[in-house]
């Protein structure tokens, strides 16, 4: 069995990136949002990009983004992939993949069984599929609201052939049996690991990649 890879997304201090890499996480994310409590600025997400370990890879969450938008992160942070977390169609994913040569990392959101067929549509133009609540209509964030969707929509399926994580609403606490549920591999967290909007906790951290770690699905 492949050991779990965890994603600490919406890093914003020295301290959260060197509380990320110390647990042993993957991916290390940074919000490019500015309607989110987690947004860094260039050069902020610059300095945390550069401190960050060999190893760990470091991603750029952005939503809608236009080409002017990513040309001004990716020229002045050192990244190691693209995630794209608002309306983008497959088409959109396809030409960020090829204008800038980075790895994209495209989040679906899902409510329901309805929402499962649009996985396979964006299966063929990313590398990586990121499978979170879909936000309520009402919702400002896209993603780190602390909602979770019914894993048992995933539970049992045939998966698809590029990677995918695991997203939405997960916790120390909850994150194991998700890993079960689902055979996710790979799991993200924001909110999960706060302890208050934008502030992560060290010790929750820790706490959520070993309880993934220890998880088998």
Same mark, same amino acid.
């Given at each position: 069995? /492949?050991?779990?890879?965890?994603?600490?997304?919406?890093? +914003?201090?020295?301290?959260?990136?060197?509380?990320?890499?110390? @647990?042993?996480?993957?991916?290390?994310?940074?919000?490019?949002?500015?309607? +989110?409590? %987690? $947004?860094?600025?260039?050069?902020?997400?610059?300095? =945390?990009?550069?401190?960050?370990?060999?190893?760990?890879?470091?991603?750029?969450?952005?939503? $809608?983004?236009? #080409?002017?938008? =990513?040309? @001004?992160?990716?020229?002045?942070?050192?990244?190691?992939? =693209?995630?794209?977390?608002?309306? !983008?169609?497959?088409?959109?994913?396809?030409?960020?993949?090829?204008?800038?040569?980075?790895?994209?990392?495209?989040?679906?959101?899902?409510?329901? *069984?309805?929402?499962?067929?649009?996985?396979?549509?964006?299966?063929?133009? *990313?590398?990586?599929?990121?499978? #979170?609540?879909?936000?309520?209509?009402?919702? !400002?964030?896209?993603?780190? $609201?602390?909602?979770?969707?019914?894993?048992?929509?995933? @539970?049992?399926?045939?998966?698809?052939?590029?990677?995918?994580?695991?997203?939405?609403?997960? /916790?120390? !606490? $909850?994150? *194991?049996?998700?890993?079960?549920?689902?055979?996710? %591999?790979?799991?993200?967290?924001?909110?999960?690991?706060? +302890?208050?909007?934008?502030?992560?906790? *060290?010790?929750?951290?820790?706490?959520? /990649?070993?309880?993934?770690?220890?998880?088998?699905?």
């Amino acid at each position: 069995m /492949t050991d779990i890879r965890v994603k600490i997304c919406g890093l +914003s201090a020295p301290r959260d990136v060197a509380a990320a890499a110390a @647990a042993g996480a993957a991916y290390a994310g940074f919000v490019f949002f500015p309607k +989110s409590p %987690r $947004n860094v600025g260039l050069d902020q997400a610059a300095a =945390l990009a550069i401190a960050a370990p060999a190893g760990l890879c470091k991603v750029a969450l952005t939503v $809608n983004a236009t #080409d002017a938008d =990513l040309d @001004a992160i990716t020229a002045a942070v050192p990244l190691d992939m =693209l995630q794209l977390h608002g309306r !983008e169609a497959p088409e959109r994913v396809a030409e960020v993949r090829a204008r800038y040569g980075l790895p994209v990392m495209k989040a679906v959101g899902i409510a329901d *069984a309805a929402d499962l067929p649009q996985i396979a549509l964006f299966e063929q133009a *990313a590398d990586q599929l990121l499978i #979170d609540a879909k936000p309520p209509k009402e919702a !400002e964030l896209p993603g780190g $609201n602390g909602l979770a969707f019914d894993w048992r929509l995933l @539970a049992g399926r045939k998966y698809w052939q590029k990677p995918w994580m695991l997203a939405g609403g997960l /916790t120390p !606490e $909850n994150v *194991a049996d998700a890993i079960r549920m689902t055979g996710a %591999r790979q799991v993200d967290v924001s909110s999960g690991v706060e +302890s208050a909007p934008g502030e992560k906790d *060290a010790g929750l951290i820790e706490a959520f /990649t070993k309880a993934a770690r220890a998880a088998r699905g």
